[in-house]
C-alpha cells in the first residue's frame, strides 16, 4: 500500500527548520488529518481492486478458456460488476481492463476492454514495469464526455502465476484536490508517494516551489513534512 504524504510550504524562501518553527500546531494537526482522510479512502481504493482481481469470475473470463457464447455472456457479467462499482462510489470516474483478445464493448461506457498491446501507451504504464500494482501522477483521461483529470491506480492481474492483464481504476483528481484543499482555497500543498514523487498539487506545484522530486527529504514519509 502506498502511504501518501502531504506538505507544505510558503511562496517565500525559508529553511525547513524555520518552516517548521513557524507552522502552527494548529496548522501540522490539520494536515495530519487531511493525509490520514486521504491516505484511508486511496486505501479502500486499493482493495477494490485487490478483491476485483481476485475474482474467480474475472480470472475465468481473462483467462480465454471458454467457448465464444460463454465468454460473451461472461463479458456482459464484468462489465455490469464493474460498472456497478462506478455507480456505487463515486469517487471512481472510470474503469479499464486490459487484456488479450478484448472483447466489444459500449463506447459511451465508463467500463473499457482494452487490448493488452495499448496498456504500454498509457500514462500510467512505466510505473508497473517494476511493480505489480501503482498509483500515477495526475493525468487527462478521454471519456465519452470528454478528457477528465484523474489519478490512475493500476494492478497486474494473475492466476496461478500466469499473467492475464491489467485492471486500472481511474480516480477523480477534483475529489482528491478537494480533500487537500480543505477549507483553504488558497494553500499550496501536494500530495506525494514514498519515493517522494508528486501526484496531485494544489496551488503551487512541486516543480514551481522550486523542490525536487525524489529529494530525500520526502522519502519513506508518512505524515506533514
Not at 471458454?66 to 456505487?88: P, V
Amino acid at each position: 500500500t502506498i502511504v501518501l504524504a502531504i506538505t507544505v510550504w510558503t511562496s517565500y524562501a525559508m529553511t525547513s527548520r524555520e518552516l517548521a518553527d513557524n507552522t502552527s500546531y494548529y496548522q501540522k494537526r490539520l494536515l495530519e488529518e487531511l493525509n490520514n482522510e486521504i491516505t484511508g479512502r486511496l486505501t479502500s481504493i486499493e482493495q477494490i481492486s485487490l478483491t476485483t482481481s481476485r475474482d474467480n469470475d474475472l480470472l475465468t473470463f481473462l483467462s480465454g478458456k471458454e467457448d465464444e457464447f460463454s465468454h460473451y455472456r461472461r463479458s456482459k457479467g464484468i462489465q455490469e460488476a464493474l460498472a456497478h462499482l462506478t455507480y456505487s462510489i463515486p469517487q471512481i470516474q472510470a474503469i479499464d481492463l486490459y487484456m488479450e483478445q478484448p472483447e466489444w464493448g459500449d463506447r459511451q461506457s465508463y467500463i473499457q476492454f482494452h487490448d493488452l498491446k495499448e496498456a504500454a501507451a498509457q500514462p500510467w504504464y512505466p510505473l508497473l514495469q517494476n511493480n505489480d500494482f501503482s498509483w500515477s501522477e495526475e493525468h487527462d483521461l478521454t471519456t465519452y464526455n470528454g478528457n477528465v483529470q484523474v489519478l490512475s491506480f493500476s494492478r497486474k492481474v494473475y492466476n496461478n502465476s500466469r499473467y492475464l492483464g491489467i485492471l486500472v481504476v481511474h480516480v477523480k483528481a477534483d475529489w482528491i484536490r478537494g480533500i487537500l484543499e480543505g477549507y483553504s482555497k488558497d494553500s499550496n500543498r501536494m500530495l506525494l508517494d514514498l519515493n517522494g514523487r508528486e501526484l496531485l498539487s494544489v496551488g503551487t506545484s512541486m516543480k514551481d516551489a522550486g523542490l525536487q522530486e525524489h529529494d530525500l527529504r520526502f522519502k519513506d514519509q508518512s505524515g506533514v513534512l
